[in-house]
């Protein structure tokens, strides 16, 4: 079984910066698409960015020119630069990825982002 395991996570102000990354368990299963996914308080969880194995990533709107996800096929892990942050970015943010062959996604624990105002 894969697993994936986030990292990054903290509190910062607004107008911060953090970076959080993704690393998948092994690296004897690849992933197709990766992405990341947040929820807030008393919110459902969203996707926030995605980026597929050529590289072409799609980012929801609140997030636009503001968030950056890239990927490293070759260490199997996947990371979201947050520029610009917002008090409304808080929020746990979940790694997810559809292994290569198999119809189901993995996700992780979560990372707990906070941004102060």
């Known amino acids: 079984q894969v697993q994936l395991v986030e990292s990054g996570g903290g509190s910062v102000q607004a107008g911060g910066s953090l970076r959080l990354s993704c690393a998948a368990s092994t690296i004897l299963f690849r992933f197709n698409g990766m992405g990341w996914y947040r929820q807030a308080p008393g919110k459902q969880r969203e996707l926030v960015a995605s980026i597929n194995s050529g590289g072409r990533t799609n980012y929801a709107d609140s997030v636009k020119g503001r968030f950056t996800i890239s990927r490293d096929n070759a260490k199997n892990t996947v990371s979201l630069q947050m520029n610009s942050l917002k008090p409304e970015d808080t929020a746990v943010y979940y790694c997810?990825?559809?292994?290569?062959?198999?119809?189901?996604?993995?996700w992780g624990q979560g990372t707990q982002v906070i941004v102060s105002s």
């Open positions: 997810n990825g559809v292994p290569v062959n198999v119809n189901f996604a993995t």
